[in-house]
């Protein structure tokens, strides 16, 4: 897993498709359910970013059926918001919205950070022009974020979006300053 981690980051897509697939065969091999169900998830993002969605979405809906069996909710949460970005990327926005919700309470549940998942679901509310909501959702999100912290800069992005939808101008120049400040960029 280590290596496909490391291919993934190089880019070599099919290398680590390939690595996260003998992952998988090991682990049913072994019945190490829950390695196979990560490496599942992982492997519908290098699907993803193949431009195999119906394959990655394949993938984590296997790997989340795995992980709501053996009750890994830590790991499930992961998989939700990873289902959720796909299903949102596919304009299934209905899909998108109640994986999101699920991801939510299981990270309140858990005590975990929120800021990527209302981040995604501040998405939802954009692509489905809620811009009131999308505003009030990734404020939500930019307070639970790290101050200066890269949670923030991801959900800064957001945010400016939402703005120039929405016609805020000055709330978008103010956006855009901040995640410059963020990045370093001038």
């Given at each position: ?93 209905d899909a998108a919205e109640k ?88």
């Amino acid at each position: 897993a280590a290596i496909a981690s490391t291919l993934v980051e190089r880019g070599e897509l099919e290398g680590a498709r390939k690595a996260y697939l003998e992952v998988i065969e090991v682990g049913r091999r072994l019945g190490n359910e829950r390695d196979v169900a990560i490496a599942l998830q992982n492997l519908a993002w290098v699907d993803r970013d193949s431009g195999e969605v119906i394959a990655a979405r394949r993938h984590v809906a296997e790997a989340m059926g795995m992980q709501e069996r053996r009750g890994e909710e830590l790991d499930l949460v992961f998989s939700l918001d990873c289902a959720g970005v796909m299903a949102l990327e596919q304009d299934d926005t209905d899909a998108a919205e109640k994986l999101f919700q699920r991801a939510l309470v299981l990270r309140e549940k858990l005590k975990m950070k929120k800021v990527a998942t209302l981040q995604n679901l501040a998405e939802v509310r954009l692509v489905e022009r809620r811009l009131d909501e999308a505003k009030e959702v990734i404020g939500r999100s930019l307070a639970a974020a790290t101050a200066g912290g890269l949670d923030e800069g991801f959900a800064r992005e957001v945010e400016l979006r939402i703005l120039i939808e929405a016609r805020d101008l000055p709330g978008a120049a103010r956006a855009l300053a901040r995640s410059r400040e963020l990045s370093g960029e001038r």
